[in-house]
Each structure stands twice: as C-alpha cells, then as structure tokens.
C-alpha cells in the first residue's frame, strides 16, 4: 500500500479532476440513452484515470530525460519566483528512471486493456480513438514530436480532455454518438486547457530559461497572455450558450454560468499576478476546496496554488452543474 500511495502522489492526483469529472459527466449525459451499459461507462471512466495517470508519469519520465527536472531549484537559486523542484521523487533517489518507465508503462496498459474490452463490446469507433489518445498523449512531451515543446500542449490537452474524451466515454457508454454532447465537451477541453494555460502563464520565466516553448512563451508578452486567458475563458461559456440558443442543450444547462464569478476571479488574480506578482491572496469558501494550505504556505507557492486551484475548481463546478441537469432533465 505504501508503494502505491508513492506512485500515485508522484503522478499527481490532484490533477484528476481534469479527466475524472468529464468522463464521469460523459457517463451521466449518456444515461439518458436507451443503450446505456453502466459497465461500460465504469470501464471508460477507470481507463481515463489509468490513461491520465500514466500520462502524468511518462510526461516527467520525458522531461527527466531532457532537462533533468532541476531547473526550477536553478531559477529560485537565481531569485526568480518558480515553483518547486519537479519528480523530486527521481532527484531524491527515492526511484529510479527505470522504475518510473515500468509504472508509467503499467498505467498505460491498464488504459489500453479496459480500451479492449470496451472494443469487444462497441466495435472499431474505441479502436481507434484509443490508438489516437495513446498517439497524443505519448507525443505530449515524448519524441519525436514532444508538442508541449512547441506550444501545442495546451491546444492538445484541450483535445484529448475535451472532446475526444467525452465522446469517448460517451460512445463506450451507450453506443452512439450525440451533438449535445459536442457542445459540452468543447467548453469543457476550453477550461482543462485553462488549467494548464494558467500554469503555463505562471512558469513563464523558468519555462523561457530552460527554452520549453508553452503557449505563453510562444506568445511572449504578457498583455497577449492575458488577452487569450479571456478568449479561452469567454469562448468556454459562449459555447453552452449556442448550443442553447441552436436547440442542442436544454435551457437549463444555462445554470452552467453560475461558475462565471469564478472564472472572472480566476482572471482578476492572473491580471494581479503579471502586474503585482509580490501581491498575495487568500483562499475564500467559494472558491472551492483548497486543502492543505498551511502546508502550501510553508512550501512558499500559496502564489501559484490559489490560481491552479481556482482553474480546477472552475472546471469541478461547471463539470458538476451539467452532472445534475443531465442526470435529473426536465421534459
């Protein structure tokens, strides 16, 4: 238990919510289907964990092997605000390179294994979109591509969270494929792909230093940084109103806009973080759940949680508003 505990800190569980909430949401819009297996969508849901987690893993097994990972310790050293030393857990000596391939390689084939069975049950639409997740997802950081090298992480994380996932899960779940589903999972790849955006925005000099090309250092200046932030948050919300308005969505997925004071907040503090980064904030209840503060304190990035958290959070709700109205529709 303790080995697994170990392995599944490092490859980052915090960050579930970024695939975990559109699977399961995925699931819950698909029950309303006559062909609705909740085997199926049990198995979808453990495959995009599997497949998320093990992306985590590989990600630092890739970065390792570029950069070493040691290059924030260098930029705090240096007197520039980065966050804490990534896969401490290689540079610690706590694991080897070789035991982080094996494990990463374990959640991988769990993902592909309940890809399977789901493939034995809904035919050749889960092939193929699982060998195009495994494709994107080793190419996020790994040869001979590595995208999130040359600002296409964010674009591709928005992807495969996004639409492919829910759709995915969707099919895996009942069998057939619906528009409505579009429409919601293409607001909510905009806002995984705020979450990493966000972080993106806040690594900017040590990513630029050690010459990783984001989407925020692609773009360079931080008023255009910001200006996308709106765009990418503006554009999450405009969705779920078109397809209200074209008929595809239910009224009440409007409720969905009950998250914008977050993502407005979410905006403020990033605003403040390029123009006052010295400025500090504390968490407020409706902000969502930011566990461990104090410790976050301690370790000195309260500066970078608030906002990641803040950008997790978003999704959570606006991820969780559409679970109800889907499970519960008003005819």
Known sequence: MTTIRFWLNNARTTALPQSMLPAILAVCMASQNEG??????????????A??????????????KIKKSDYRNQMQHKGM??????????????????????????????????????????????????????LLGLS???APFRLSYHGLGEILIGIMFGPMLMIGVYYATCG??????????????????????THAIMDYEPDKEV???????????KKKMLFCLFLLLAAAFSFII??????????FYLLSLLTLPMAVNLFYLMIEFVRHPERSFS???????????????????EWFMIRWLLARNLLSFFCLIIMIISLFPVK
């Not at 078109?242 to 009224?251: E, K, N, Q, R, W």
């Not at 968490?283 to 990035?301: E, Y």
């Open 36 to 49: 609705f297996s909740f085997m199926m969508g049990l198995l979808a849901v453990v495959g995009v964990i």
């Open 51 to 64: 497949g998320h987690l093990g992306m985590n893993l590989f990600d630092d097994y890739f970065d390792y």
């Open 81 to 134: 605000r980065a966050r804490i030393l990534k896969c401490a857990y290689l540079t610690s000596g706590k694991a080897t390179l070789k035991q982080l391939f094996i494990v990463s390689c374990l959640f991988g084939a769990t993902a592909l294994l309940t890809g399977f069975v789901i493939y034995l049950y809904r035919g050749n639409v889960i092939l193929l979109l699982a060998i195009l997740a495994t």
């Open 140 to 142: 996020y950081s790994g």
């Open 176 to 197: 057939v494929f619906d528009r409505s589903v579009l429409f919601v999972s293409i607001p909510v790849g905009l806002l995984v792909a705020n979450i990493v955006y």
């Open 211 to 221: 010459g990783k090309m984001t989407f925020a250092v692609l773009l360079k200046d």
């Open 242 to 251: 078109s397809g209200v308005i074209s008929g595809y969505l239910s009224p």
């Open 283 to 301: 968490p407020r209840f409706w902000m969502g759940p930011m566990n461990n503060w104090k410790r976050i304190q301690t370790a000195g990035i």
